[in-house]
């Protein structure tokens, strides 16, 4: 299966999701390389990373032609042209790539595993963490924060250190459901921003992406 889907959102955001389970060589025959793609791609000597680096811009390809993925030295990636904020994500057998033709914009997908249970002091607040303890599925309630945290981070806040724990506030619109809409409070010394994002929980991953301002 190679592209799982690619939807338009709203005027002018898009996303696409593809399920990896082509080879290597199957995905580099699909996928258009300049020189400077293909002597970055023979420098990997990881076969997973190899497949879901070649599965994001097979996929790109599909949704935007003729353009390619550059990266800031940050490393926040961007088109080589004029034209949509781009923001990119992959986990274990899946690549998400979100356009946005208006603001910046962020995205994850994360595999949802009992490590995030491990790690939630680090990330979730208290008020997160009672939530969470109250839901039916911890492990996909504890998923979500983390990744709605990330797609915030890849967003808008690149360049500067946030405090997962205590600068990002993700606040359900409802009770959470297999797909919805969160809000996420940011504080920041300038002052507290609000972003909303959508998100989907499947059977085995978690996805989340900004909105359009």
């Given at each position: 299966?190679?592209?799982?889907?690619?939807?338009?959102?709203?005027?002018?955001?898009?996303?696409?999701?593809?399920?990896?389970?082509?080879?290597?060589?199957?995905?580099?025959?699909?996928?258009?390389?300049?020189?400077?793609?293909?002597?970055?791609?023979?420098?990997?000597?990881?076969?997973?990373?190899?497949?879901?680096?070649?599965?994001?811009?097979?996929?790109?390809?599909?949704?935007?032609?003729?353009?390619?993925?550059?990266?800031?030295?940050?490393?926040?990636?961007?088109l080589n042209k004029a034209g949509p904020y781009i923001s990119l994500s992959?986990?274990?057998?899946?690549?998400?790539?979100?356009?946005?033709?208006?603001?910046?914009?962020?995205?994850?997908?994360?595999?949802?595993?009992?490590?995030?249970?491990?790690?939630?002091?680090?990330?979730?607040?208290?008020?997160?963490?009672?939530?969470?303890?109250?839901?039916?599925?911890?492990?996909?309630?504890?998923?979500?924060?983390?990744?709605?945290?990330?797609?915030?981070?890849?967003?808008?806040?690149?360049?500067?250190?946030?405090?997962?724990?205590?600068?990002?506030?993700?606040i359900p619109e409802n009770e959470l459901d297999k797909e919805g809409m969160?809000?996420?409070?940011?504080?920041?010394?300038?002052?507290?921003?609000?972003?909303?994002?959508?998100?989907?929980?499947?059977?085995?991953?978690?996805?989340?992406?900004?909105?359009?301002?």
């Amino acid at each position: 299966m190679p592209v799982h889907y690619i939807k338009e959102i709203n005027a002018g955001l898009r996303i696409g999701l593809w399920k990896i389970e082509e080879s290597t060589k199957n995905l580099y025959d699909r996928t258009i390389l300049n020189h400077e793609e293909r002597s970055k791609f023979t420098g990997f000597t990881n076969d997973r990373r190899k497949r879901e680096w070649l599965a994001t811009r097979c996929l790109l390809q599909q949704m935007l032609p003729e353009v390619t993925i550059q990266y800031c030295e940050n490393g926040k990636p961007s088109l080589n042209k004029a034209g949509p904020y781009i923001s990119l994500s992959h986990t274990r057998g899946w690549v998400l790539v979100v356009l946005s033709d208006k603001n910046g914009v962020g995205c994850d997908i994360e595999i949802m595993s009992p490590k995030v249970l491990r790690i939630k002091d680090k990330f979730a607040s208290d008020q997160e963490q009672h939530l969470a303890e109250n839901h039916n599925s911890k492990l996909a309630y504890y998923t979500l924060i983390w990744s709605a945290k990330e797609a915030i981070y890849k967003q808008k806040f690149h360049e500067e250190f946030l405090e997962f724990k205590t600068q990002i506030s993700i606040i359900p619109e409802n009770e959470l459901d297999k797909e919805g809409m969160l809000t996420a409070e940011v504080s920041m010394l300038k002052g507290k921003k609000s972003i909303k994002l959508n998100y989907l929980v499947a059977d085995e991953y978690v996805l989340v992406y900004t909105l359009n301002d």
